[in-house]
């Protein structure tokens, strides 16, 4: 098998890489930088912005793992539907031209739009998007699944919630700055569905063995659900630290407000998303293929704290 990645020294990219290396599977790495891999192999410079995948980039290549988008980033909103949504379609089309068998893209359960309730929704339980980044995935999903329903190439949709691992990004990042500093405990409320990074490029590996011909959209998690307070927790107890002192939750709302306001985001936004009610249903994928998460935000808490080594 020969796969072409794109996002590939993203979070989740840089780690489906090192999988496929390790399986010693060929693939061509892209990312909009040329920055290099872990392992120092340098990536193809694309600047989708710029224009699409060269056909030649394409040539034997079996499967397109499309994870390169705009994400948790302040951007105009035509620029999140010239990446997240025409940029897809047009890699998309040039991959069935190009003889690709199967086709994958990474959207996010945020293009499901936001929860009516507290239940674990499952993929067909969606509302209007919330954001341009959310209506950039939902968008896309769309039209791939309009445009490819009856193609030879296979689609898969992928729709992961919070992703967590080493080197943790976005609100995971803060909550171990503040698990770091020893602030005292959260309060409870919320929970969140999550998937490890590692398991989620696990199922990116298999899918190819997996999925039967026609378009497929599937939500990723660890079958878990967990507040604020857990992962706290787990990550203070990662850290070697205990204590029971709870920090009351006007001050959480102060400290999320300040984080607003530093990633210039909506009022509300960051204490939402660290205390609010998003659960998700894996039933769908896990029983239309073998892929089993196999890590818990409790076994990898350990590499969350673990700091990174500095290259020489």
């Not at 694309?46 to 394409?58: M, N, Y």
């Not at 171990?176 to 696990?202: C, I, K, T, Y």
């Not at 899918?207 to 307070?229: F, K, M, N, S």
Request: glycine share 10%; charged share 20%; proline share 5%.
């Amino acid at each position: 098998m020969k796969a072409l990645v794109t996002g590939a020294t993203g979070y989740i990219g840089s780690e489906l890489c090192r999988q496929l290396s390790a399986a010693g599977l060929a693939f061509v790495p892209l990312s909009a930088g040329g920055g290099t891999l872990a392992g120092g192999r340098a990536t193809l410079s694309v600047d989708f912005r710029q224009g699409a995948v060269a056909a030649e980039l394409l040539e034997g290549v079996d499967v397109v793992y499309h994870l390169a988008g705009i994400a948790h980033q302040q951007a105009p909103a035509q620029l999140y539907a010239e990446i997240n949504y025409r940029a897809t379609l047009a890699l998309a089309s040039a991959a069935e031209r190009a003889g690709v068998r199967l086709f994958v893209f990474l959207s996010s359960v945020k293009a499901m739009g936001p929860a009516a309730g507290c239940a674990a929704r499952q993929e067909s339980e969606v509302a209007t998007p919330v954001g341009a980044y959310a209506l950039s995935k939902w968008r896309a999903e769309c039209a791939l699944r309009e445009q490819f329903a009856g193609s030879a190439m296979t689609v898969v949709i992928l729709r992961p919630a919070l992703v967590y691992g080493p080197c943790p990004r976005g609100n995971l990042q803060w909550l171990l700055r503040a698990a770091r500093w020893g602030l005292p405990l959260p309060p409870e409320g919320g929970a969140r569905s999550m998937v490890s990074n590692q398991d989620l490029a696990e199922l990116l590996l298999l899918l190819p063995q997996e999925v039967q011909q026609g378009v497929h959209t599937w939500i990723i998690t660890d079958g878990e659900a967990y507040t604020t307070r857990q992962v706290y927790v787990l990550l203070r107890e990662a850290l070697g630290r205990s204590g029971e002192r709870q920090l009351p939750a006007w001050c959480w709302r102060v400290l999320a407000a300040v984080l607003d306001i530093l990633r210039r985001q909506p009022p509300g936004s960051s204490f939402g998303k660290l205390f609010g009610a998003e659960r998700y249903d894996n039933h769908a994928l896990l029983r239309e293929t073998r892929w089993r998460p196999r890590q818990t935000l409790a076994s990898v808490a350990p590499a969350m704290v673990a700091r990174p080594v500095a290259a020489r």
